[in-house]
Nanobody, 114 residues
């Protein structure tokens, strides 16, 4: 069955960086676009970024542009999100999702705090 397992979250100070990873299995990873979606405490879901199946095309939500970078390694069935210049408002659970948002991982928590 489809499995998406996120890792790499943690506590970081404002201005810091993290690299989130999502290990995918149970489907042909290289054939699907993928996305990151986040949910801040007490708030709704927010689209973060998407990448097409071969990694040649990416897109970002406006608050993330210039600070976040999505990438993938199809040989390793892994999706990444490099998050830089973190702000307090980036605190959220970050989810890895398949292209149609039909499969979700359990998420990894990023906490930005001084």
């Amino acid at each position: 069955q489809v499995q998406l397992v996120e890792s790499g979250g943690g506590l970081v100070q404002p201005g810091g960086s993290l690299r989130l990873s999502c290990a995918a299995s149970g489907f042909t990873f290289s054939s699907y676009p993928m996305s990151w979606v986040r949910q801040a405490p007490g708030k709704g879901l927010e689209w973060v970024s998407s990448i097409n199946s071969d990694g040649g095309s990416t897109s970002y939500g406006d608050p993330m542009k210039g600070r976040f970078t999505i990438s993938r390694d199809n040989a390793k069935n892994t999706l990444y999100l490099q998050v830089n210049s973190l702000k307090l408002e980036d605190t959220a659970v970050y989810y890895c999702v398949t292209g149609a948002w039909d499969y979700w991982g359990k998420g990894t928590l990023v906490t930005v705090s001084s």
